[in-house]
């Protein structure tokens, strides 16, 4: 027991690992999120010994008009749930009641939902939650609502994206969609901007792809995927790179936009999974190379 306690303890990643011991060592692992998802997924890169390298293709920032979402935060009381599919949206949500100075005990009234660990910024704001569903998605949501009673008497708040620039993602209107088939009234409010950046910023880091010199392509949401296709010139430029995607519903649009997706996180509810994911790959393709050697 001992000897296996040791063991575990040896093997384990930490810090004081060595860089050449770690699955993604020497791997170049392109970060598409914006930057203020972005820094937590290079963390989890990092600790596998990669190489993060930031080309976030899209930002999310403040409304530049308020007024719709100034209405429904001055009814928040008409609704019975609010669901909340992103942790920009609790950010800006909240934010922008301090400003009107509503107070938080009005959002207590109403249920809550957050996917995976929007559920810490959710609690962090309104120590409050009421459903955390068991898929961390838009489907998960919809499951989780159809098993409760007379749910389609009820009035449901979704903060959304305003997406500027590019074509939208599905996940919420089919979100949207998919509750109205259950006979909820859904109320969409705008509630931060999702918006493509210039790709002029970017020189290096796509040179860097088309000469090879990046391994992995990581997309966690659909934007990130539509943003870096109007970067690049053809799918030639990124052909040799292995796409990794966050959760299945990314990797299904981005297949459908043309991708060959290699990677897919099954534990999507954290970047933690994706990272684990990314790593997991290299370990497998290594220890695939090293049974043909042996084989040879």
Request: with cysteine; charged share 20%; hydrophobic share 40%.
């Amino acid at each position: 027991m001992e000897d296996e306690q040791m063991h575990t303890q040896s093997t384990e990643i930490d810090l004081l690992t060595p860089s050449r011991e770690l699955p993604l060592y020497g791997k170049r692992i392109l970060v598409t999120a914006p930057r203020n998802y972005a820094y937590r997924l290079s963390e989890k890169i990092i600790k596998q010994g990669g190489l993060p390298v930031l080309m976030s293709t899209i930002e999310t920032c403040y409304l530049s008009n308020y007024t719709k979402l100034d209405t429904a935060l001055n009814n928040i009381g008409k609704f019975d749930w609010i669901i909340f599919t992103s942790r920009n949206g609790i950010t800006a949500f909240f934010h922008r009641m301090n400003d009107l100075d509503i107070p938080v005990s009005v959002v207590q009234k109403c249920h809550l939902c957050a996917l995976g660990k929007d559920a810490e910024s959710l609690l962090s704001f309104c120590a409050k939650i009421d459903l955390i569903p068991t898929e961390s998605s838009p489907a998960g949501i919809v499951a989780e609502l159809a098993k409760l009673p007379e749910i389609h008497q009820k009035k449901v708040l979704i903060p959304t994206p305003q997406v500027v620039g590019l074509p939208e993602p599905n996940v919420v209107p089919n979100l949207i969609t998919d509750l109205q088939k259950l006979g909820i009234e859904v109320t969409r409010v705008p509630t931060y901007i999702t918006q493509g950046l210039d790709k002029n910023i970017y020189s290096i880091e796509l040179n860097l792809m088309r000469q090879g010199m990046i391994d992995v392509i990581a997309f966690s949401s659909t934007a990130e995927v539509e943003s870096f296709l109007t970067m690049v010139n053809s799918q030639s430029d990124y052909e040799p790179c292995i796409i990794a995607c966050f959760g299945p519903y990314t990797t299904a649009n981005a297949q459908k936009l043309g991708m060959n997706v290699s990677i897919v996180s099954a534990d999507y509810s954290s970047f933690e999974g994706f990272g684990e994911a990314i790593a997991e790959f290299f370990t497998l393709t290594s220890s695939s190379h090293s049974a043909l050697q042996d084989v040879e």
